[in-house]
């Protein structure tokens, strides 16, 4: 790696502001900031900008290493077995998985809903984080955004599958007549919600490959095969980096931002109304859109870091995604798992202050009925796991978060088969009562769900840049005209 | 134009850093230059203000594409399910805006979406299978880290030694090439 010398700072300047009104000019003199209010560089040991492309794409062009191939063959023995399974459950219909009336919904929601929510941070970094200007996205927008896709990836099978006769899904999935020539009926929220996913993950994909245009050229000015260098050219669509390029390309990126935003906070808003909608005790609450977004961002966090965390170990990315995104991270989860219990406790409250007997059964029944293991699972992981990143000693420790992060992300598919299925379970008639038990077919299909993930993530580090190279470059000092670093002489 | 300089793309500067490059911007675009650009890893703040290049108008795509995608949404579920096949569906009106809207603010985005990738590559005027420039090998490190300013031959101000001793003496620019068309 041809890592270039460290440049040297200098030591913080701080001139007295100019107070053409003060009498006494000596008496407003600004001191220098103390130690501790003074930002930590988004990139440290002030690397260059020609280090910064040598260490990113360096990832994707020097042979993997020795842990890739185990790591791609399990994921896809993984993978390979949810296949199997799903080829099994439409050839024999979905009466191999556990789920039978009253619980319709179990395993596949649950699956389909936690891993939609996992996809929500990538949105949430690339595109509310860029709106708020939040310099400090460039070294994780790029993994978030590709765990998105591959996250929706994911979520999109599960509901595709659990219909039992799949050969009918495009009827009721695209807009097109059945036999009938009746219409899909768009009063329904799960016609939205095939909208709404589907749109999330187009726009995901076309943001996520606008970010990259600028380095796949990075890729193909500097590939030297000529599969590489064709595939990257391809895909790179001609780019030169033109000032009159970037100018449309800023904008645009700053659009779609603006547009995802929207997007991502409608998804699990529409997601949420599969439920909200319907009349089941335990569902048809009003707090639930916000509460299911607030609860995706608090999950996919958790991912971003249960991914992160090995990466920059692996490729000792440590000067680029740093200890202080770590922490950024943790606070955000901090912020949302506590969105999160407040929900909790709101609609415990509500279920007693509305006054409905078959909500505030469902919500006793959920705490202490058959499911209580789930209920208290979801509680000690959402609700009290979170709690511990108000230190900064344990947000510091990457172990720590990491093992935290998991816990998150096990809370949170607690919490989605809580939503679904202790209502299901026993809603108004007694002698329709049942106790869902998943099948091995439905514990399977999960698990194989996450070697899709991983087989896909695995790939996007092999061949893809991982962090956005072009932009962490644009949030560096030496990017900065008007700095010392950038160039920028005395009477700037 | 001679014929010597019907085979020249352009004239090719580069510079160290990015407050370098900047100061060049601002020199051209002063001295009247209308086909040139600057090449940089990424987008330096304040280069279109130093160039003189206008506000981008990647906005109007966006605005006719979420116009379109609100407009499709509205149309296509009042055509299925109230125009063509009434759907009566728990006592509601055949279509009201109201639960049409979830579907049309999803097409809104997508349709925007869209619009605005296809409008910044139409401006763009990419994908381009080739530019000079690319073939360039010096050129390679403006996606790396190198910063690049270049005068077109298709500029009416420029003439090839006066624009060469403009870019070395006036800008300061650290290496100065001629690029073949």
């Known amino acids: 790696m041809a890592a270039t010398a460290p440049i040297a700072v200098p030591g913080p300047v701080v001139k007295p502001l100019p107070q053409p009104h003060a009498p006494k000019p000596a008496a407003l003199k600004v001191g220098e900031a103390p130690r501790e209010l003074e930002r930590q560089p988004l990139v440290l040991n002030n690397r260059s900008i020609g280090w910064i492309t040598d260490a990113i794409a360096g990832i994707c062009e020097k042979p993997m290493p020795k842990w890739w191939w185990p790591a791609f063959i399990v994921s896809a023995g993984i993978m390979s077995m949810m296949f199997a399974l799903i080829t099994y459950l439409i050839s024999t219909g979905v009466g191999v998985w556990g789920l039978n009336q009253p619980a319709g919904w179990a395993w596949d929601i649950t699956n389909f809903v936690f891993w939609i929510g996992i996809g929500h941070a990538g949105t949430l970094i690339s595109a509310v984080l860029f709106l708020f200007r939040q310099k400090w996205r460039t070294s994780i927008n790029r993994s978030a955004e590709a765990m998105t896709l591959f996250a929706v990836a994911c979520a999109g099978i599960f509901p595709v599958v659990h219909v039992g006769r799949i050969w009918f899904a495009p009827i009721f999935l695209a807009p097109i007549p059945n036999a009938n020539t009746v219409w899909p009926q768009f009063k329904s929220p799960l016609l939205w919600d095939v909208f709404a996913i589907s749109t999330y993950g187009t726009v995901s994909l076309l943001f996520w490959y606008t970010g990259l245009v600028p380095d796949l050229a990075t890729l193909r000015d500097r590939a030297t095969g000529k599969i590489r260098k064709i595939a990257y050219g391809f895909f790179a669509l001609g780019w030169t980096g033109s000032n009159r390029h970037w100018s449309n390309y800023e904008k645009a990126y700053l659009i779609l931002a603006g547009l995802s935003t929207p997007l991502v906070l409608s998804v699990h808003s529409i997601v949420s109304f599969d439920f909200a909608v319907s009349v089941v005790p335990g569902w048809h609450t009003t707090i639930f859109p916000p509460y299911f977004v607030a609860g995706a961002i608090f999950s996919g966090f958790g991912m971003v870091l249960t991914l992160l965390i090995p990466l920059r170990a692996l490729f000792k990315l440590h000067d680029i995604v740093t200890t202080r995104h770590l922490e950024l991270m943790c606070k955000v989860i901090l912020a949302t798992g506590s969105i999160v219990g407040y929900a909790y406790g709101m609609e415990f409250f509500i279920a007693w202050y509305g006054g409905s007997p078959y909500e505030l059964y469902a919500f006793k029944n959920r705490a202490f009925g058959p499911y209580w293991w789930a209920y208290w699972t979801m509680i000690s992981c959402n609700v009290i796991s979170p709690h511990f990143f108000w230190f900064q000693k344990l947000r510091t420790s990457a172990l720590f978060v990491w093992c935290a992060s998991i816990v998150v992300n096990i809370g949170m598919w607690f919490e989605r088969f809580v939503i679904i299925v202790t209502s299901l379970h026993q809603d108004y008639l007694p002698s329709s009562w049942g106790y869902f038990t998943p099948s091995w077919v439905d514990v399977f299909t999960f698990v194989g769900s996450f070697g899709l993930f991983m087989t896909l993530f695995l790939l996007f580090i092999r061949f893809l840049p991982a962090i956005a190279i072009s932009e962490v470059k644009g949030v560096t000092p030496q990017a900065d005209p008007h700095h010392p670093l950038g160039g920028a002489k005395g009477h700037h | ?181």
């Open chain 2, 1 to 181: 134009m001679s014929a010597s300089t019907n085979t020249s793309y352009g004239l090719l500067a580069s510079f160290e850093t990015p407050a370098d490059i900047m100061d060049a911007a601002i020199k051209c675009r002063d001295a009247g230059f209308t086909k040139w650009d600057v090449f940089t890893p990424f987008p330096i703040h304040g280069m279109d203000a130093a160039m003189g290049v206008k506000k981008s108008q990647v906005g109007w795509f966006t605005f006719a594409g979420g116009f379109t995608g609100f407009f499709t949404g509205m149309t296509m579920i009042w055509f299925m399910n109230s125009h063509d096949y009434g759907l009566v569906v728990g006592g509601k009106p055949l279509f009201t805006p109201l639960y049409a809207f979830p579907v049309s603010y999803e097409l809104t985005i997508l349709f925007g979406s869209f619009a605005t990738l296809f409008g910044l590559l139409f401006l763009n005027r990419l994908p381009r299978l080739h530019h000079p420039l690319l073939a360039v090998k010096n050129f390679k490190k403006a996606t790396d880290d190198g910063y690049f300013l270049c005068i077109e031959a298709g500029d009416p101000k420029y003439a090839p030694e006066v624009t060469r001793t403009f870019l070395v003496e006036q800008c300061h620019a650290r290496l100065v090439e001629t690029v073949e068309d």
